[in-house]
């Protein structure tokens, strides 16, 4: 694996000062890519809920619902 440094070098990128800078009104240089970032990820899992967090979110918010429903009916009588 070869190893590229993400930084451009002053001395031959236009418009930085010595020592790295930029001068107002230039854009500063962009970054490369970094393709050594990190490991190859070969895992990759599915994406989205499982069905038992789901289905207990649901459970949750209709029983929420009905207790709501039913205290609004118990006001009314």
Same mark, same amino acid.
């Given at each position: ?20 800078? %930029? ?35 649901? %459970?949750? %918010? %209709? ?15």
């Amino acid at each position: 694996m070869t190893h590229t440094n993400p930084d451009p070098e002053p001395e031959r990128t236009t418009g930085l000062e010595p020592g790295g800078g %930029v001068p107002p009104g230039e854009t500063p240089p962009a970054e490369s890519s970094m393709p050594g970032a990190g490991p190859r990820e070969t895992h990759n899992p599915t994406k989205g809920w499982a069905k038992g967090p789901l289905t207990l979110i649901i %459970v949750l %918010v %209709v029983l929420v619902a009905v207790f709501f429903l039913a205290y609004g009916l118990a006001l009314m009588l």
